[in-house]
């Protein structure tokens, strides 16, 4: 099925250079009745929000503020992008599905966002200059070779800059929602911590967030399986159920909730917050020499 988007003129602050084809193992996203579900769900399902507010409350504290500039790989349709832009930083971001990518442009008219491979960037996106902050927000988890897509995005940063994002954890919440949404993984922090040293950088921060959804995920794993073969039917299935917006009193208890643990992690009322196991991380590196890498 063709997404009918494809007809029309792409916003002015979009630039397609290289796209990704529609079965790119990374996410297959074949079919515009996929697009609609992703981004419908990140425009309003409570995860997607609360994951926004905790990137801008982690890139605060790792101290890259506004108006510092920040590319974000792997965009999507832009909660996170358009997030950043509001709080006041100058915001790049980068899409290799293009029907979300120009999503992501007219969502966030004062963004620039471009369709292409960071591993392989043309002049135009190079000319961009150096960013002070490079994140990767639930995208390292799809690849096969993660860290040769963190190198490629270290090498954007200027001397000092942050490599940063986040991913999902614990391997024991692994289920099939996992492989409908095409990871590859769930990391801990032993695990980020080598991947992020095999590029010879020390992991500045690994934390934990999402603890109130411990439970909830592990009942999921456990009531759907942990298989990873999943044929194309079930994926599809899969797919919508687990992006599908909870009802406006499941919404209520989950802000809740997300209002408690930020107090928490916010005002350290409990020693080591941040190392209770969650079901995300995020991490973040400091990059002294990025052409080195």
Request: charge should be neutral; hydrophobic fraction near 50%; proline fraction near 6%.
């Amino acid at each position: 099925m063709a997404d009918p988007r494809a007809a029309e003129l792409p916003p002015p602050n979009f630039y397609a250079h290289q796209t990704a084809a529609p079965t790119a193992s990374e996410w297959d996203i074949s079919d515009a009745a996929t697009v609609a579900i992703y981004a419908d769900a990140e425009r309003r399902h409570v995860w997607f929000h609360e994951r926004s507010r905790r990137v801008l409350s982690f890139l605060s504290r790792d101290g890259v503020r506004p108006p510092a500039r920040v590319l974000e790989v792997g965009c999507g349709a832009g909660p996170v992008l358009a997030a950043l832009s509001s709080a006041g930083y100058d915001v790049v971001g980068v899409e290799m599905h293009a029907s979300l990518g120009r999503r992501a442009a007219e969502a966030v008219p004062r963004s620039r966002v471009y369709c292409l491979d960071v591993r392989d960037p043309p002049e135009r996106f190079l000319q961009e200059g150096a960013f002070d902050a490079v994140g990767l927000f639930d995208v390292i988890e799809h690849v096969d070779d993660p860290t040769g897509l963190l190198r490629a995005c270290a090498r954007r940063l200027r001397p000092g800059g942050l490599l940063c994002g986040t991913v999902p954890a614990l391997a024991l919440l692994w289920s099939k929602y996992d492989v409908a949404m095409g990871h590859r993984t769930r990391y801990d922090r032993a695990g980020l911590a080598a991947l992020l040293g095999a590029l010879g950088l020390p992991a500045w921060r690994l934390d934990y967030f999402f603890q109130v959804l411990v439970p909830g995920l592990l009942v999921r794993a456990l009531v759907v399986g942990r298989d990873r073969a999943v044929d194309a039917e079930q994926r599809r299935v899969v797919f919508a159920r687990s992006l599908a917006p909870p009802g406006a009193l499941a919404t209520a208890a989950f802000t809740a909730l997300f209002a408690v643990e930020r107090w928490w992690h916010d005002r350290g009322q409990a020693a080591g917050a941040a190392a209770v196991a969650g079901t995300s991380l995020w991490f973040s590196a400091i990059v002294e020499e990025p052409a080195r890498l």
